[in-house]
């Protein structure tokens, strides 16, 4: 059974820094695409980031592009997320999500709630 | 970007009706669209890809059709288990997008 399980969500100040970790289990994590994607409260889906499977290709959305990185170990199974300069309008659940084929965000992880406010 | 319209904004439907939802892109995306249906306080589900391509495990009452700019999802009869909100999402080309959604409620 794929599992995605997202950690590392927190409260953090306007300004602030956090690293959001994403533990994959249950399918070859090094032979797929990842991808983080957001909710602010109440609100819609938007996507933040794309990791292809090797790490080479990287792409991010306008609104966090230079403030966030995202990374993979591919030998720990793991995505992570460093956000930087962190604002208010960066307060969401953020999940991790994989990509098949061709076949965007076919598994899901449960969310981590980042909170950005003094 | 391309943007991504979906309508109507919420949708109130009984039992056993036939539901369609409408999701439009500001430029040709091909056929690079999915749905996905997302209850409270859950992740969402995948339901649909390449605009008409069911997901494994989900229901045949879910369809999909369209290319272009122009897609629908069909709910052909709703169950109480599919009052949710529904998301589409183009990934022809970065940055992907996401419709505004779509909530299904029960008249």
């Known amino acids: 059974e794929v599992q995605l399980v997202e950690s590392g969500g927190d409260l953090v100040q306007p300004g602030g820094s956090l690293r959001l970790s994403c533990a994959a289990s249950g399918f070859t994590f090094s032979s797929y695409e990842m991808n983080w994607v957001r909710q602010a409260p109440g609100k819609g889906l938007e996507w933040v980031s794309y990791m292809s499977s090797s790490g080479r290709t990287i792409h991010y959305a306008d609104s966090v592009k230079g403030r966030f990185t995202i990374s993979r170990d591919n030998a720990e199974n793991s995505l992570y997320l460093q956000m930087n300069s962190l604002r208010a309008e960066d307060t969401a659940v953020y999940y991790c999500?994989?990509?098949?084929?061709?076949?965007?965000?076919?598994?899901w992880g449960q969310g981590t709630l980042v909170t950005v406010s003094s | 970007d391309i943007q991504m319209t979906q309508s109507p904004s919420t949708l109130s439907a009984s039992v056993g009706d036939r539901v369609t939802i409408t999701c439009r892109a500001s430029q040709s995306i091909s056929s690079g669209l999915a749905w996905y249906q997302q209850k409270p306080g859950k992740a969402p589900n995948l339901l649909i890809y390449k605009a008409s391509s069911l997901e494994s495990g989900v229901p045949s009452r879910f369809s999909g059709s369209g290319s272009g700019t122009e897609f629908t999802l069909t709910i052909s009869s709703l169950q109480f288990d599919d009052f949710a909100t529904y998301y589409c999402q183009q990934y022809n080309s970065y940055s992907w997008t996401f419709g505004q959604g779509t909530k299904v409620e029960i008249k």
């Open positions: 999500a994989r990509t098949r084929a061709m076949v965007p965000f076919d598994n």
